[in-house]
């Protein structure tokens, strides 16, 4: 499968725990985007990386948020403390410029 | 900052009929307007995507109507079957430059059902 790929696919944690999630976009593609869709919404901008360069960042990305590229390949987004408002799914995205492929997401729930 | 509205939010149709899903937007700053397709448990997947300097797009079932002077597009599936029951987006980028980096901004999304 050469799509972008997610992990893991659900998550389920208590509040204040750290979890961490993994990207991988489709070989290449040297932008990357993380969105978050809560139930019934549409994805809403998180953060933007061209190559390893993390270029935007949206208010939605509280000081408990963090994310990486290494190297301009996969990329992680790590939320610390986490909240029950936190729950929601998180999704990636790979662009070689233009057209957006998202992969699977990664549930999480935060009980 | 709700800068896509979409409508309905539910849509029912029969199996032949055709479904058509609204959209408007507000920053006349956006340049290209896809379409996304989500099924439970997986990601968006670009359906078809117009441009503001065209009127319509067809791909197969599914056509854009676009009205650049009302900030309004529409998508239009002929022919609905009971497969393209899913949550459908649209969503507008400004992809020419400047600092939005290509970011999409959605609309609600608009569940339709398509019963046989």
């Known amino acids: 499968d050469t799509g972008v790929s997610q992990d893991p696919r659900h998550k389920i944690t208590k509040r204040g725990q750290n979890v961490t999630f993994r990207c991988d976009p489709i070989s290449e593609h040297n932008r990357l985007y993380w969105y978050r869709q809560t139930l019934g919404q549409g994805p809403e901008f998180l953060t933007y990386?061209?190559?390893?360069?993390?270029?935007?960042k949206s208010r939605l990305l509280s000081d408990r948020f963090s994310a990486e590229r290494p190297k301009g390949s996969f990329s992680t987004l790590e939320i610390q403390r986490t909240e029950q408002g936190d729950s929601a799914m998180y999704l990636c995205?790979?662009?070689?410029?233009?057209?957006?492929?998202f992969g699977p997401g990664t549930r999480l729930t935060v009980l | 900052q709700q800068q896509v509205k979409q409508s309905p939010q539910s849509l029912i149709v029969q199996k032949g009929g055709i479904s058509i899903i609204n959209c408007a937007y507000e920053n006349t700053a956006f340049d290209y307007f896809p379409w996304y397709q989500q099924f439970p448990g997986k990601g968006p997947a670009l359906l078809i995507a117009i441009r503001p300097d065209v009127s319509e797009k067809k791909e197969g079932r599914f056509t854009i109507s676009f009205n650049k002077s009302a900030k309004q597009f529409s998508l239009h599936i002929m022919d609905s079957q009971p497969g393209d029951s899913a949550t459908y987006f649209c969503a507008a980028v400004f992809i020419a430059g400047g600092t939005s980096y290509g970011k999409l901004t959605f609309g609600q999304g608009t569940i339709l059902t398509v019963h046989p």
């Open positions: 995205a790979s662009s070689p410029g233009g057209k957006q492929f």
């Open positions: 990386f061209q190559n390893e360069a993390q270029l935007e």
